[in-house]
């Protein structure tokens, strides 16, 4: 079930979006072909730490995050992915991996690849690895205020 937080924040500020109930996934991949998302509107949301402080960086699932990039986009040096052991009790209410790309609720920097903005809709994690939120991006860039920059790096196969 999407998480009271993120439902809440969506439904307060009047946001359209569309539930999509997949079978359990757990890689971008399977999680697009189950929900019958195309991969350039799949979300994928990765934790990075920014000089000692956690932030979401998030991107096409047809992507990588290109941690050279990022730290030339924001200019800091001290920039590196986070395990999941770092992050586990970060997002209460969600499945480990499943977290929306929402930093804004959960105290975080939010940088999101300025391909992944050029399109019309977003689809992501709803807090499980069986349901997607589908909305229009430019609300997703209103409520999250995300830094834009080129973050992402070779499709991934």
Request: hydrophobic content about 50%.
């Amino acid at each position: 079930m999407i998480t009271a937080t993120l439902k809440e924040f969506l439904d307060a500020h009047g946001v359209r979006y569309v539930m999509i109930t997949h079978s359990r996934t757990f890689t971008a991949s399977e999680i697009a072909a189950s929900a019958h998302v195309p991969g350039h509107e799949l979300a994928k949301t990765v934790i990075v730490w920014v000089e000692g402080r956690m932030a979401m960086v998030v991107l096409r699932a047809t992507t990588h995050i290109d941690i050279e990039l990022l730290r030339d986009a924001i200019g800091i040096d001290d920039v590196h992915i986070a395990e999941e052991g770092d992050f586990r009790s970060r997002f209460p209410g969600c499945e480990l991996g499943a977290m929306p790309p929402f930093g804004n609720l959960y105290g975080m920097d939010v940088f999101v690849d300025e391909g992944l903005i050029s399109q019309e809709m977003i689809a992501f994690n709803a807090g499980t690895h069986v349901e997607l939120v589908k909305l229009a991006v430019d609300d997703f860039v209103k409520l999250v205020e995300p830094k834009v920059v080129r973050i992402a790096a070779h499709a991934v196969v």
